[in-house]
C-alpha cells in the first residue's frame, strides 16, 4: 500500500468519525454534508456504524435514513445497500421502513425472504 493510499485511508477514517459525533449529537440537527459519507461505505467504517447504532436515538436513525431515501431520489449515483441491509433489522419500525425505502430498487435475492417476513 502507497503512502498516499494510507494518507486516504486516515483522512476518510476522520472525516467518519466526524459524521459519527454529529449523528451522537442530539443537540444540534445532522448536518446534511454528511449524507454523501454513508454512500459505498467502507467495511471498517460499517463495522464502526453498527457498534455505535443503538447509541443513535431512534428519531435520528429513522430521520437519518428518511434523508437518504431523499438523497438517493436526487442522486442515482450513490449506494446505500450495506447501510439499509442491516438497518432492516433496527428495532424501530420507522428505521426499518426506511432501510427498506434505501434498498427496494436494488435488493439483492438473498434478502426477499426476510422483507417477506417483515
Known amino acids: 500500500m502507497t503512502r498516499t493510499h494510507n494518507n486516504k485511508q486516515k483522512a476518510k477514517k476522520v472525516n467518519f468519525d466526524q459524521v459519527l459525533r454529529a449523528l451522537l449529537d442530539n443537540a444540534h440537527p445532522f448536518p446534511a454534508k454528511f449524507l454523501h459519507m454513508f454512500s459505498d461505505m467502507s467495511d471498517d467504517d460499517i463495522d464502526i456504524l453498527k457498534m455505535n447504532w443503538s447509541q443513535i436515538v431512534p428519531d435520528r436513525r429513522a ?37 427498506l425505502r434505501l434498498i427496494w430498487e436494488t435488493m439483492p435475492n438473498r434478502l426477499v425472504p426476510k422483507v417477506i417476513k417483515m
Do not use: G
Not at 81 to 96: I, K, M, N, T, Y
Open 63 to 99: 430521520n437519518l435514513l428518511d434523508d437518504l431515501s431523499d438523497l438517493i431520489e436526487a442522486d442515482t449515483l450513490v449506494y446505500f445497500d450495506d447501510l439499509a441491509e442491516f438497518a432492516l433489522d433496527d428495532p424501530d419500525s420507522r428505521v426499518r421502513q426506511n432501510a
